[in-house]
């Protein structure tokens, strides 16, 4: 059965203060893995999709890259509007385009 | 360009009772699927529909059940409401490939079931 773990739970930045969050993954046949942002009440906003182990994007302030069995988000210098759930999410062979997700890390920037 | 909508944007509902979400997909996608969110916690695939039939389903009961119209759009139906049905449920597009994909979500409904 296909897994995504995420850590930590949630992270509590000051502004400026870069760290990384961290998505381990278990998948038979990885065909993509997902990074997306969520507010409160709101849906998933696409960041990210990696494919292959190696493979780094930016976007901003944001660096995402994956090994064979997990990826980070690298947020550098983050500012209070970075702050947000962030979920990870695989597709496997077995799942067509269907997204296993994990439970998210909940990262608060403050001022 | 119009994203991914969903209505309503809140509901509730009493115990029992049954309940209609619906979604207009991302123009230029074809494929819709449906995950359940409770708080606290990553989305949970319910089903996906292409070419208006469903193609996978994810650990969900017979209660939950849906529908794909010529236009792409979408219906979720959940029948017999349960407590635990309460979350915030998302519907999301993308269009059919051979390769991996991504998908852009709505805002989703908040259902609350009392």
């Known amino acids: 059965e296909d897994q995504v773990t995420q850590s930590p739970e949630a992270l509590r930045l000051q502004e400026g203060e870069s760290s990384s969050l961290n998505c381990s993954y278990t998948?038979?046949?990885?065909?993509?893995l997902f990074w997306y942002r969520q507010d409160p009440g709101k849906g998933p906003e696409f960041l990210f999709t990696?494919?292959?182990a190696g493979e780094e994007k930016e976007k901003e302030r944001l660096k995402a890259t994956l090994t064979k069995k997990e990826s980070f988000l690298h947020i550098t210098a983050p500012k209070p509007e970075d702050s947000a759930t962030y979920l990870c999410?695989?597709?496997?062979?077995?799942?067509?385009?269907?997204?296993?997700f994990g439970p998210g890390t909940r990262l608060s920037v403050l001022p | 360009d119009a994203g991914v909508t969903q209505s309503p944007t809140h509901l509730i509902k009493t115990r029992g009772q049954q309940v209609t979400l619906r979604c207009s997909p991302k123009?230029?996608?074809?494929?819709v699927s449906w995950y359940q969110q409770a708080l606290g916690q990553g989305p949970q695939f319910i089903f996906q529909?292409?070419?208006?039939?469903?193609?996978q389903r994810g650990n969900f009961p017979d209660r939950f059940s849906g529908h794909q119209f010529p236009n792409y759009s979408s219906e979720l139906n959940v029948n017999a409401l349960l407590l635990g049905d309460s979350a915030l449920y998302l519907c999301?597009?993308?269009?059919?490939?051979?390769?991996?994909?991504?998908?852009?979500f709505g805002q989703g409904t908040r259902l609350t079931v009392v």
């Open positions: 529909y292409y070419e208006e039939e469903e193609r």
């Open positions: 999410a695989v597709q496997g062979r077995l799942q067509g385009q269907n997204f296993v």
């Open positions: 998948v038979s046949g990885l065909r993509g």
């Open positions: 999301a597009s993308s269009l059919r490939g051979k390769g991996s994909t991504e998908a852009f």
């Open positions: 123009s230029g996608h074809d494929t």
């Open positions: 990696l494919y292959s």
